[in-house]
DNA sequence: CACCTTTGCGTTCACGGTAAAGATTTTTAA
DNA sequence: TTAAAAATCTTTACCGTGAACGCAAAGGTG
């Protein structure tokens, strides 16, 4: 059975066009226009007569003719990962409170950061004549590079390093965020730190987190062990795993640098679930900060990653752009802080 | 300064359109047309004549252009309350990747549940001509309904229930699936159950666990005492706030059947933190089972809510409805079960 | 071989707007 | 009063594509 809501086609109302509220007013098309977008010179009276006859008929403008006529969709595309992975929907939550804000609207679409996808999914923002881009991605590959460099529309990165410098992009200090959280371990004495990265192809764990970690660690004359390095997906099963592999080493690590809040509590329970306590025999700290920091025990000590305001400032940084305004900086850094919980032993 | 991307105007690419295709191939547009849309009416020797100057010049279909002649946008709309809600991120991944399958893009708006969001929502989606949408939404109010039943294209909800049944929806059997789970407490001898249920502006939490609690409960001859009735958010937070609301009582419960995974976590912890043990002293049973339910300790006992199913199977819906296929049902009930783990007792 | 189908391709117009240019009316001011 | 200026409105040329329609050439049929 067809939907009841069109059992019969007459049912799907005809649409009605600027040219019926024209005719209806008895004024012309672009009179109708101009008071549609709000141009000034109308006179108030006929401004009035023809919102009526909006209003009467229901005239809603096609965007889609709107957006061949003036080459303006008011839509921007936002190219990120996987949205049912908590990061990058806090992110995506930031981008679209924005281009609301902003009176644009996002079309979403998840990479799953395949490189081929991204590209299709690049090409598929083009031809649908997107006004601008939001990308999240793991790396810049020097194909990702050159479409982008060949876009139509300008493209912000959102917590995304573009090692080129090119592209105008919204990040933290993933260095010095790292390096202060691994010195915040040592700080507690701790010689043996291991860190469950996540991906290395993700340029954020191998050129930043990692180079952190290891001149956290040498700058304090500590031994950078490789067993210690353990480059894991971001799941919590992985945090798990790389619990139960770094503890079967002769000198298991008394802490650890996480990549990730989810890795973090697999960290966390891989301990517990072998009677460790934490802090008290394991202290961990994480990168990320989401709402699941404070819902284990102890709760998580943790590298704030401001998704949300990443998301925020990309989009906003991307309308700048779109309506060529002087941008001061396209390479912004967002602030960071380690937020102190319950996962770190008190240090004072 | 501006992105360096576009330093110079000129560095954007002007577009190439059918008709320089067309000419540069010798052909005429129509022709173009039919090769770059799949119609087998082109010579082989013309065809690819055609596919090598449409590479060579990197030409692309304006989406919006064919959009307006076409009438067809393949693009979908999606309201939901919160992308950064993990139940919500998960049906949406489940939308996305079923349209993606079948070649459509999704606009993805929130709604915060703001019934004139959602309003003004619907109102922008109908003006983008979007195929087709597909909503979720705490309550289907008079208002929406009476602009759904407007609407210019089919629309599909998804974990959204319809009271008047006049739209196609997907979901599960929430009624049964609470029932079944407050029953699992039942069987385990309990006489006190708290229903910490989430907002009860929610149909579904109102019209369907509630009412399938009191059901379990009055079939088993228990009280239902209104002071263990907790309406709250579904916030790790709240659920915290019930557990302490609740431990006042004179009698105080011995198990809760919460409405979501953060609510559950948030009474277990709740628990805990005041020497409590799960399942010893308090058995707790969750309504979502989202990957968070593994991620406590003791692992959460759990309905399942298959978020991605029904987002999958909604948007599949609606490709049939947009499609204009013949459809068997118009509501679909995808089957759920209850995942059994550690925060209620076993009992055989 | 006359005639009917296909196949292959070109012409033309509609889609629903925007915006520039031109026309008309109203206002301002000498 | 009246012409120039300003305000308001109409005309019209696109925007890039799909698709209906038309037509010629090729293939089949009896």
């Known amino acids: 059975m067809m939907s009841l809501q069109y059992k019969n086609k007459e049912a799907y109302p005809l649409t009605v066009t600027i040219y019926d509220v024209a005719r209806e007013a008895n004024v012309s098309m672009a009179t109708v226009s101009r008071v549609v977008n709000g141009n000034q ?15 009467r008929l229901e005239y809603r403008p ?28 806090e992110a995506a939550r ?23 996808k991204e590209l299709t999914l690049l090409d598929t923002m083009y031809g649908k004549q997107v006004d601008g881009i939001v990308m999240m991605s793991d790396a810049v590959t020097p194909k990702l590079h050159q479409s982008m460099d060949h876009s139509p529309v300008p493209i912000v990165l959102a917590g995304t390093v573009d090692e080129s410098n ?38 954020i764990n191998s050129k930043f987190k990692l180079e952190a970690y290891k001149k956290a660690l040498s700058d304090a004359r500590l031994e950078i062990d490789e067993q210690l390095i353990l480059p894991e997906e971001g799941s919590y099963d992985s945090g798990i795993e790389a ?8 000198q298991p690590p008394t802490a ?4 990730s809040d989810e890795l973090a509590i697999g960290i966390v329970h891989g301990a517990q679930d072998n ?10 700290i994480s990168f990320e900060n989401s709402k699941l920091a404070r819902m284990v025990r102890p709760q998580l000590t943790s590298v704030v990653l401001p998704l949300y305001d990443i998301g925020a400032v990309a989009m906003r940084l991307l309308t700048k752009i779109m309506n060529k305004e002087e941008i001061e900086d396209q390479e912004v850094i967002i602030p960071h802080r380690i937020e102190v919980r319950k996962s770190v032993k008190k240090n004072d």
């Open 41 to 55: 010179n109308v006179k108030p009276a006929t401004r009035k007569k023809v919102l009526e006859v909006i209003e």
């Open 62 to 89: 096609n965007a889609v003719a709107r957006g061949l006529a003036s080459k303006k969709t008011t839509t921007v595309g936002v190219i990120i990962p996987d949205i049912s992975n908590n990061i990058y929907a």
């Open 94 to 116: 930031g981008i679209e409170d924005i281009a609301t804000m902003y009176r644009y609207n996002i079309i979403l679409a998840n990479s799953d950061q395949n490189e081929e």
């Open 166 to 203: 090119q592209f105008a992009s919204v990040n933290i200090d993933y260095f010095q965020a790292s390096y202060e959280a691994v010195q915040m371990l040592i700080a507690n004495g701790h010689k043996r730190i291991a860190f469950v990265s996540g991906p290395l192809h993700n340029t």
């Open 243 to 250: 619990w139960e592999t770094v503890m079967t080493l002769e």
């Open 256 to 259: 650890f640098f996480a990549g």
């Open 275 to 284: 009677g460790y306590k934490v802090p008290e025999d394991i202290e961990v």
